[in-house]
């Protein structure tokens, strides 16, 4: 069963940096493509980043571009999202989840493994 966890959500002034980790059991994550979304409250969910990294690529909404980082520790099973220059627009619950590797969109009903999310927050 395909199973994520997330975490390193936290309260950070704008300008800020957080790192949020998502952990997986029961599978590889370097067989799947590993998305980031997030999902603030009254809106939809949104599609932030995605790692595929078999085949080499890394996706991010044009809104995180230059400030968000998407990574791989393969040896700890986890995937990372390094956010920097925060802005108070970023405030939301962030989820990750898994889909078939070759998938190079965040198109959230083709992810499976939800974890619970976590909740980043940035004050002006």
């Known amino acids: 069963e395909v199973q994520l966890v997330e975490s390193g959500g936290g309260l950070v002034q704008a300008g800020g940096s957080l790192r949020l980790s998502c952990a997986a059991s029961?599978?590889?994550?370097?067989?799947?493509?590993i998305g980031w979304f997030r999902q603030a409250p009254g809106k939809e969910r949104e599609g932030v980043s995605l790692?595929?990294?078999?085949?080499?690529?890394?996706y991010y909404t044009d809104s995180v571009k230059g400030r968000f980082t998407i990574s791989r520790d393969n040896a700890k099973n986890t995937v990372y999202l390094q956010m920097n220059s925060l802005k108070p627009e970023d405030t939301a619950v962030y989820y990750c989840a898994a889909a078939a590797l070759r998938t190079l969109e965040l198109t959230p009903t083709r992810y499976v493994g939800w974890g619970q999310g976590t909740q980043v927050t940035v004050s002006s």
């Open positions: 790692i595929s990294s078999s085949i080499g690529r890394t």
């Open positions: 029961g599978f590889i994550l370097d067989d799947y493509t």
